[in-house]
């Protein structure tokens, strides 16, 4: 069981190879689960925006257009809990990520915006307008 509790992160402090990984590794393991893959394609009528947010929840992700900007926020919380047989607490671990982009997409229809999620994939819907809209627009996430 103490396996189990030791950070593995900290295995590359280890003083044979402190200075061989530590610019790789040190980096990494801040920035892993940072970000979400996004894909935006264009073309002539409309913008397809797809982002990977695996184990959010629909209700904990915000869409928002503003100012020619596409934001996008999900809050993700994880609280584990393991108890042994008489229902003592031996292990308890809580796990708190937010991520946030922001994609600058000109000249968006904002009335006809759509957003669906799926599978941890998310899927916006931007047409194009003529017309330059200023205002801020919430969508609602089907």
Same mark, same amino acid.
């Given at each position: 069981? +103490?396996?189990?509790?030791? %950070?593995?992160?900290?295995?590359?402090? +280890?003083?044979?190879?402190?200075?061989?990984?530590?610019?790789?590794?040190?980096?990494?393991?801040?920035?892993?689960?940072?970000?979400?893959?996004? /894909?935006?394609?264009?073309?002539?009528? /409309?913008?397809?925006?797809? +982002?990977?947010? @695996?184990?959010?929840?629909?209700?904990?992700? /915000?869409?928002?257009?503003?100012?020619?900007?596409?934001?996008?926020?999900?809050?993700? %919380?994880? /609280?584990?809990?393991?108890?042994?047989?008489?229902? %003592?607490?031996?292990?308890?671990?809580?796990?708190?990520?937010?991520?946030?982009?922001?994609?600058?997409? @000109?000249?968006?229809?904002?009335?006809?915006?759509?957003?669906?999620?799926?599978?941890?994939?998310?899927?916006?819907?931007? @047409?194009?307008?003529?017309?330059?809209?200023?205002?801020?627009?919430?969508?609602?996430?089907?």
């Amino acid at each position: 069981m +103490a396996n189990e509790l030791r %950070n593995r992160d900290f295995d590359d402090f +280890a003083p044979l190879d402190f200075f061989d990984n530590f610019g790789k590794n040190f980096f990494k393991s801040m920035t892993e689960g940072s970000s979400m893959k996004t /894909d935006i394609r264009e073309n002539e009528k /409309d913008y397809q925006v797809s +982002a990977e947010l @695996p184990g959010f929840k629909k209700e904990n992700i /915000d869409l928002n257009y503003d100012n020619d900007t596409l934001t996008v926020t999900g809050k993700h %919380n994880v /609280d584990k809990e393991q108890k042994d047989e008489k229902g %003592n607490l031996i292990r308890q671990e809580r796990s708190y990520s937010n991520v946030s982009r922001q994609f600058y997409l @000109p000249n968006i229809d904002r009335d006809k915006i759509s957003a669906s999620y799926d599978g941890g994939v998310l899927k916006v819907t931007l @047409p194009k307008s003529e017309e330059k809209l200023q205002s801020g627009k919430q969508i609602p996430i089907n």
